[in-house]
């Protein structure tokens, strides 16, 4: 699976969008770009994935570049509860049975 | 979503002893979990991968009869630590995989914290 290079950390305002980007250079034609987060002591909790064209649901939004070298994760109104080790992971097509590798993940705080 | 259990949350042990962490998976079946060891400060690694009715693949550095993984069931998945040390304290997780249908997710469990006396 291609790496992934994410900030180590980030600071974001209640209320306002929290963008998160990724760079992953190195993904191949038939990965996808999965995000998940952990929230402090906790399990990680998937968020979204993306093949090519952006995508959006309830929690967030994933745009990723028309290379699709980088993506970016939008939280459109980070509340304080989005406070999390942000993970963008890229692997083989869903569905796949394989494991998730992590890398250290962007700390978001969302800053009230 | 599918929702993923561990038990216990959290558990303290003198070093020396077992201990057992169970993973099940509540709404749906799982042919394959995972179990991850998390070390403060740290990302998730995986450990091991548990495949029911058959052998877990361990990772490289993983001792199997440390870390004894046992999927005897669609449903459930256990882990026990054997003769635990300091070392080992760590946080637990697992995640599984729904057998059927198109699952486009991993699902994780909400972790167990081990810490060895």
């Known amino acids: 699976d291609a790496k992934t290079t994410q900030p180590p950390s980030m600071d974001c305002a209640e209320g306002r969008a929290a963008n998160l980007p990724c760079n992953h250079s190195?993904?191949?034609?038939?990965?996808?770009v999965y995000w998940y987060r952990q929230i402090h002591s906790q399990g990680p909790q998937y968020i979204i994935h993306g093949l090519k064209n952006n995508e959006t649901n309830e929690m967030a939004s994933l745009i990723i570049t028309e290379d699709r070298k980088s993506s970016t994760l939008i939280l459109p109104h980070a509340t304080l509860r989005d406070t999390a080790v942000y993970y963008c992971i890229v692997r083989v097509a869903p569905g796949s049975q394989g494991n998730l590798i992590f890398g250290k993940g962007t700390k978001l705080s969302v800053k009230p | 979503g599918a929702v993923v259990s561990q038990h216990p949350s959290w558990v303290i042990c003198k070093s020396g002893t077992s201990v057992k962490i169970e993973c099940r998976s509540l709404?749906?079946?799982?042919?394959?979990m995972f179990w991850y060891r998390q070390f403060p400060k740290q990302s998730l690694m995986l450990m091991a991968t548990s495949n029911e009715g058959s052998k877990a693949t361990y990772e490289q550095g993983v001792e199997k009869d440390k870390f004894l993984i046992n999927h005897a069931s669609l449903t459930l998945s256990t882990l026990t630590v054997t003769s635990a040390h300091p070392e080992d304290s760590s946080f637990y997780i697992c995640?599984?995989?729904?057998?059927?249908?198109?699952?486009?997710?991993?699902?994780f469990g909400p972790g167990t914290r081990l810490t060895v006396l």
């Open positions: 995640s599984a995989y729904p057998s059927s249908g198109s699952a486009n997710e991993q699902f």
């Open positions: 190195t993904i191949s034609g038939n990965e996808y």
């Open positions: 709404d749906f079946q799982a042919t394959t």
